[in-house]
Each structure stands twice: as C-alpha cells, then as structure tokens.
C-alpha cells in the first residue's frame, strides 16, 4: 500500500512518520531525498547553482540551504524554478526506493509539500495522511522549538500551501493539537485501518 503523508512545517508530521514506522511501516522521508538530490557533487546541485548562482555554495561546495531558503521563500516565481529541478530528480528516487519494498509493506512517502504538487500527484497515493494543526499553533511551535521570529514563521506558512488546500488531498487527517498520548491513539487508529485494507 502506496501511502502519502504531508503536513504544514511545525505540524508534527515527522512525529507521526516516526509513530508508524514503530507500527511497522516503511518510510521514504522526503525531507532526506530533497537533501540527497542536490548533495555536493550531484548534478542536482549543478543544476541549482546554474539556476541561482554559485553564491549559493558554501566554502567547502556544499549547497547553503538557508541562503537558498531566502531567495526561494521570498519569491514564488524562483520557488517554482527550484522545484522544477528537484521534484522530478526527488520523486525518481522515491521510485527506486519503494521498488525496494516487501510486496506487502505499507510504503509511507513523507511528502512535505505534497499539495504543492498537485491533486494529480496525491492521487497517485491508495491513501493520502495529513497532519493538521492550526496555523495559530504552527507559528506558536516554530517560535518557541526553532527561535524563528514571528515574521519568518508566517512567511514560511504563506509560502506552502494552505491547510484547505493539504486537507482537501486527505483521504485521513490526523489533528495534532494536542498531546503526545492524543496523537499515538490516533496514529495508531489510522494504521489499523490502513492495514485492514
């Protein structure tokens, strides 16, 4: 079973990708491949410094993500130039990953900017998670956990896609405003019945 599990930032959804491996899923973490597809000598990172300029590189030729982060959360257009080289070198390697997968594994691709890609993409998934929390709190968590100021936080909201538009995808939606014992009942809820399917 092919499943998608998206959130907002500061939802909690790498706790509840954690909560279902311990379930026994597999986990394709997004997060990671996005990382691994512009690594230092890949040509993903080639393609974003001739995109973004070679300012972009640290010293030791490494991508500076944060100096990316301010170009790209800033403008929408250059957003959409950075996903045009990412996605489709991040969602090859989701390919070969899930190939890799027992026959019979629940497979759970963590899909930070799942609605982004559109209801076409989400379809491709037999059941879609989302990780829904207010926006109020979203801001509250990245303030407190990250040191982020409120400015950067609503910034970082803006520039993903709205919670409508994430839980209009959902086939389940998991509410993590509350605790951690809430959210483990619920996680494991969402599990059973993906399994019984």
Not at 6 to 12: D, E, K, P, R, V
């Amino acid at each position: 079973m092919r499943v998608g599990l998206t959130g907002g930032i500061a939802s909690g959804k790498s706790t509840v990708a954690e909560l279902l491996v311990g379930l026994g899923a597999v986990l394709i973490d997004g997060d990671a491949l996005a990382r691994e597809v512009v690594a230092r000598g890949t040509p993903g990172l080639a393609q974003v410094v001739e995109e973004f300029g070679e300012d972009l590189l640290t010293p030791e030729g490494d991508l500076d993500r944060s100096a990316l982060g301010r170009i790209v959360f800033a403008d929408e257009a250059a957003r959409r130039r950075l996903e045009a080289i990412t996605h489709p070198l991040i969602f090859e390697r989701y390919a070969e990953l899930e190939a890799a997968a027992p026959p019979d594994a629940v497979v759970v691709h963590d899909i930070p900017l799942l609605a982004e890609a559109g209801a076409e993409r989400a379809a491709t998934f037999d059941a879609v998670i989302v990780v829904d929390v207010p926006e109020e709190l979203q801001v509250e968590r990245m303030v407190r956990d990250r040191g982020w100021t409120r400015e950067d936080a609503e910034a970082r909201i803006a520039a993903q896609a709205s919670r409508e538009d994430r839980l209009a995808i959902a086939t389940h939606v998991i509410d993590n405003s509350g605790t951690l014992d809430e959210l483990r009942a619920r996680v494991d809820a969402v599990f059973a019945d993906l399994t019984q399917r």
